[in-house]
């Protein structure tokens, strides 16, 4: 008995040693982001690979849930003759959550996973040892690039996953569903308040700060081999995808309840 | 009275968990001499190196570059200290990322806030030392065979022209004609820029060729330190095994893991 207590106290010590950890790496990234030297070139070029790349795999995620939300809400509402609803609901949902928290899990996936293995392959291969031996903290120079990135980008991608979900919901009701075009679109707007945009970009800024310290923590602190790397990506993708439904929810609860 | 020593080294033990890698390593490198560390897979050299860079923490001793301590020191006097410092890792550590001159230029570029343009012909310049035109500067390392891999990590290595060289085991993986090349390539280096140097390796061709002194590590100590010349009648029975590769001697090979 007692050695089980001990084995569920010190699960727990480590995961708060885990959290430790983590909140320390991400202190001391967020402290490099004001601190010279700067490195633009990694700045842009990570740009392009969280933002320019995720475009595709955003906009098909978003158009889909748009359609889907559409069609679901058309099931439930008609019952109720309530159909007229479904404009304010799509944009609503997908401004609010679902734009920002699909948009994100599926970055999470895309970025989180390449941005860990990177940076384990490079511990792995001692190219971050070589970058201290080049006067270069590898801080500065792998880890504030993708960190700004993520935040700079992910709303802006959350912010074309909200057109293109409000689009596929507007193709379903209007294709699909017979609704009048002109009419969906005046509901959809005359129901979308600036407040519900700007809390889901401000959520997606979150979660980008998550995404890129989730996957730099743990790339960057990969165990040796290709085991090491493949569990550095793994904890990568499943922590940041944790945390962003977990902050969601307080993020929500902080913009929302009244 | 005490004379400043290139390098320092006393008394720096490390462990691994209840591994214990350094026990007790002590060793002076005056400026100007080559020399190369030689022991068994296992026994502390890279460790050693990486306590010197002070990308590792030893748990006990102290260890100084012209006087300067390494341990303990801050960060900006550890990277000021670094940049007196280049290195040639075990497997290069190329950046997969960056055409060949680039990595040769990233001390200046990156590391001293050189223009790529100023910076550029010094990498070419320090590519042709190693025997490499400017056709290989514009390819990516994973274009190269690993003798110009290895060829490229050391213009890499001596591009900002440093006062001290490290070299971690510079021809392992490499056919013995292309390890002789890079031997060549490493003595050459050495003497045009004036530096002292540090390798380990367990290659004795190498050792002799490179070296003016050696010191073997055994058990995570210094168990014999002399000039080169004295290495085929050292007196010592470690060095005797080790030079003449028998299995039989004083050091047993470990057949399982601690």
Redesign the interface.
Known sequence: MARFLASIGGGFLDFLASIGRVGSFAGTALSHVVRP?F?PRQLLQQLWQIGWLSLPVVGLTAIFTGMVLALQSYTGFSRFEAANAIASIVVISITRELGPVIGSLMVAGRIGAAIAAELG?MRV???I??L??????PMK?LVVPRVVAAVIVLPLLVLVADVIGVFGGYLVSVYALEFNGANYLQRTLQYLETEDVVSGLVKASVFGLMIAIMGCYHGYNSQRGAAGVGTATTNAVVSASILILFANFFLTQLFFSR | MSTIQKIRVQDVHKSFGKKRVLNGVTFDVPAGESLVIIGGSGTGKSVTL?CI???MKPEQGTIEIDGEAMTGAPKAQR?AL??K???L???G????SLTVWENVA??LT????KARAEAKPVALEKLAMVGLDEQVAALYPSELSGGMQKRVALA?AIA?SPDILFFDEPTTGLDPIMADVINDLIAASVKRLGATAVSITHDMASARKIATNIAMLHEGRIVWHGPVGDIDHSGNEYVDQFVHGRAEGPIKMQVRAL
């Not at chain 1, 201290?132 to 903290?137: E, F, G, M, Q, V």
């Not at chain 2, 550590?93 to 997969?96: E, G, I, P």
């Open positions: 030297p490195y392959t291969t001692e190219q040892d070589a201290d031996t080049l006067a270069t903290d120079y | 990486k860079l002070g990308l990277a670094r940049r410092i280049g290195m890792f075990q497997g550590a190329l950046f997969d990233f001390a990156e590391g001293r806030g890499r900002a």
